[in-house]
Every structure is written in structure tokens, then in C-alpha cells.
């Protein structure tokens, strides 16, 4: 199965404020979260899409991923569409996105160096 990493980007500054996953049409998971920011969901990302209403944020299409499971020594395991999604997050970061980073998660984990801080993959 196929997942899409997408990006929300501002529709006037075109600063990148969400990324997220989906397994179905990216325009279909935007009209979700345009519903959801209606309904009056209390997390960050809606609270941004009511501010900018009438307008509609902007969908990139960061990504296609094929879903693989990862299994790791200890029995854990993360998606690949888990680690594509904290990548482009990673990358994203300093653009005040919404999301937070999960830093305890394994895929954060495998693309920063600790000791650096740097993207290793």
C-alpha cells in the first residue's frame, strides 16, 4: 500500500505549517482536516486552518511511500511511512510547523545523530 507525506503550506507566506501521512488522496485527507478545523477540533493545526479561513492552505505532495514494516533487534518496529513522515518533519522544523516531533520514537531516533544532531539518513 501506498502512503503520501504531504506538506500544508501557507497560502501567503507559502511557510510549510503541517506535514502529515495518508494512505488515501492527499486532497481527500486535506478536506478532512478542513472539516475537522469547522467542527472546532482543538489542536494546533486547525486552530492555524480556522485563522486563515476563508482561504485553503496549500498541498504539496512531499513523498510517495511504499508501507514496509521495520522490524528492529528488540522486537520494536516503525513503519517506513513512520520514518518518511519524522524526516520531513525533521526538515521542517525550524519553519514552525504545528506538529511536534515524537523524539522518543525509533524513527527520530534513526535519522538523528545524537551526538551531532544532524540527519544521518
Do not use: C
Not at 472539516?35 to 472546532?40: I, M, P, V, W
Not at 496549500?58 to 528492529?72: D, G, K
Not at 526538515?91 to 545523530?113: G, T
Request: a positive charge.
Amino acid at each position: 500500500m501506498t502512503h503520501t507525506i504531504y506538506a500544508l503550506a501557507d497560502p501567503k507566506t507559502f511557510q510549510v505549517r503541517y506535514v502529515g501521512r495518508t494512505s488515501q488522496k492527499p486532497s481527500r485527507r486535506l478536506v478532512h482536516h478542513l472539516s475537522a478545523a469547522r467542527r472546532g477540533v482543538s489542536q494546533p493545526v486547525y486552530d492555524w486552518l480556522r485563522s486563515i479561513a476563508p482561504a485553503r492552505p496549500i498541498l504539496v505532495v512531499l513523498q510517495e511511500v511504499e508501507y514496509a514494516r521495520i522490524t528492529r533487534a528488540n522486537g520494536a518496529y516503525e513503519s517506513t511511512p513512520a520514518v518518511a513522515e519524522t524526516k520531513w518533519m525533521k526538515r521542517f522544523e525550524r519553519s514552525s510547523i504545528l506538529n511536534s516531533i515524537d523524539r522518543r520514537s525509533a524513527a527520530y531516533r534513526r535519522l538523528v545523530n545524537a551526538a551531532e544532531g544532524k540527519i544521518t539518513s
